[in-house]
C-alpha cells in the first residue's frame, strides 16, 4: 500500500513564527503537492514537485516556499506565519505516468494564533 | 480553465436509500476523472479512476459512471458508514495538476 506521512497532525504556532511542515512517501512517486484546505474553498493546491529539486507554483503560493531535496520527502514552509494561514494541510504523491491518482497523507491541522 | 461542479453540496439518506452524487466538469481533454472520499479530519482516500465516456467501476456499494461532461458516484443501499465527504477531481491535457470539486458531503442515518 502506499503510504504518505505528514510530520505532524495538530500544530499550533504564534504569528510571524518559521514553520515547517514535513511530507515524506514511500512509493517512489515522481510528483508531491500540497495543498490547504478550508471549509467552502475545497482542496487548493499551493505548490507541486516533479523531481528532485523541482517545483512549480500552484493556485495558491503567496506566504509560502517548499522544498525537495531527496524524492521521497517534501516540505512546505511558511516563511511568517499569518492568522490567515490557519488551517488543513494536504500531502500528496503521484507517479509522472499510468494512472496518476494522487494518493493523500493524513493531514497537519495548523492553528497560527 | 479546467473546473469541477459537485452536487448536491450535502445529502441526507436513509440507511438502504440508494441515490447518486453529481460531478460535472469542463476540461481541456480529459486524462482522468478521479473519485475520493474524505472523513472527517482525515486525508482524502482514492476510490476510482474513470478515462472515457461510457466507463464504469465499482466497489462495494460504490459505482461511478462518466459521460462527456459529467461523472455519477452511485451509492446502492448505503449503510452509515458510507457517511463521508466525496471528492470529485479532473487531470486535463496539460500538465500535472488534478482540480478538485468542492465536495458532497454524505450523512446516512440508521
Known amino acids: 500500500d502506499v503510504k504518505v506521512t505528514q510530520s505532524s497532525r495538530y500544530l499550533v504556532k504564534r504569528t510571524g513564527e518559521k514553520v515547517f511542515l514535513e511530507c515524506v512517501q514511500d512509493m517512489d512517486h515522481e510528483n508531491m503537492f500540497w495543498y490547504r484546505q478550508d471549509p467552502g474553498l475545497g482542496l487548493r493546491l499551493i505548490y507541486f514537485s516533479y523531481d528532485v529539486k523541482m517545483k512549480e507554483k500552484g493556485d495558491i503560493p503567496e506566504g509560502y516556499s517548499v522544498s525537495r531535496e531527496k524524492k521521497e520527502r517534501f516540505s512546505l514552509i511558511l516563511e511568517s506565519a499569518s492568522t490567515n494561514q490557519t488551517s488543513m494541510y494536504l500531502c500528496a504523491s503521484s507517479t509522472s505516468g499510468g494512472s496518476y491518482e494522487q494518493y493523500f497523507g493524513p493531514g497537519t491541522r495548523l492553528t497560527v494564533t | 480553465e479546467d473546473q469541477v461542479t459537485q452536487s448536491p453540496e450535502a445529502l441526507r439518506l436513509q440507511e438502504g436509500e440508494s441515490s447518486s452524487l453529481n460531478c460535472s466538469y469542463t476540461?481541456?481533454?480529459?486524462?482522468?476523472l478521479f473519485w475520493y472520499r474524505q472523513d472527517p479530519g482525515k486525508g482524502p482516500e482514492f476510490l476510482f479512476t474513470?478515462?472515457?465516456a461510457g466507463e464504469e467501476k465499482e466497489k462495494e456499494r460504490l459505482k461511478a459512471t462518466l459521460t462527456k461532461k459529467e461523472s455519477f458516484l452511485h451509492i446502492t443501499a448505503p449503510k452509515p458508514e458510507d457517511s463521508a465527504t466525496y471528492l470529485c477531481a479532473v487531470r486535463g491535457e496539460y500538465g500535472n495538476k488534478l482540480v478538485f470539486g468542492a465536495g458532497t458531503i454524505l450523512r446516512v442515518k440508521s
Open positions: 476540461v481541456s481533454g480529459l486524462r482522468g
Open positions: 474513470l478515462y472515457s
